[in-house]
Nanobody, 117 residues
Framework: QVQLVESGGGLVQPGGSLRLSCAASGSIPSIHAMGWYRQAPGKERELVARITSGVTTNYADSVKGRFTISRDNAKNTVYLQMNSLKPEDTAVYYC???????????WGQGTQVTVSS
């Protein structure tokens, strides 16, 4: 079992920045990758960024160059630094952890990010 606790969401003006944090606990060695997904009202949940245990990163095209995912293994925490935020980044952001095969997905409770003037 893996537990994920997110923090760092909130309201920010367009062009602003936020940093999301996701602290993992439980069966840490079973985790292959961690990442962030988001879901806007009326839309499907989509991958924003992910980072593997080997520190390979992937980003959605819509956030490349603006968002950065990183991890602190000592703290079992993954971060999402979000810069140059746009109104279309508004969504509930969910932390995700996927285990080594067979893959199983764990989810955080979600944190709201609202970009508005």
């Amino acid at each position: 079992q893996v537990q994920l606790v997110e923090s760092g969401g909130g309201l920010v003006q367009p062009g602003g920045s936020l940093r999301l944090s996701c602290a993992a606990s439980g069966s840490i060695p079973s985790i292959h990758a961690m990442g962030w997904y988001r879901q806007a009202p009326g839309k499907e949940r989509e991958l924003v960024a992910r980072i593997t245990s080997g520190v390979t990163t992937n980003y959605a095209d819509s956030v490349k160059g603006r968002f950065t995912i990183s991890r602190d293994n000592a703290k079992n925490t993954v971060y999402l630094q979000m810069n140059s935020l746009k109104p279309e980044d508004t969504a509930v952001y969910y932390c995700n952890a996927v285990t080594y095969g067979p893959p199983f997905h764990y989810w955080g409770q979600g944190t709201q990010v609202t970009v508005s003037s």
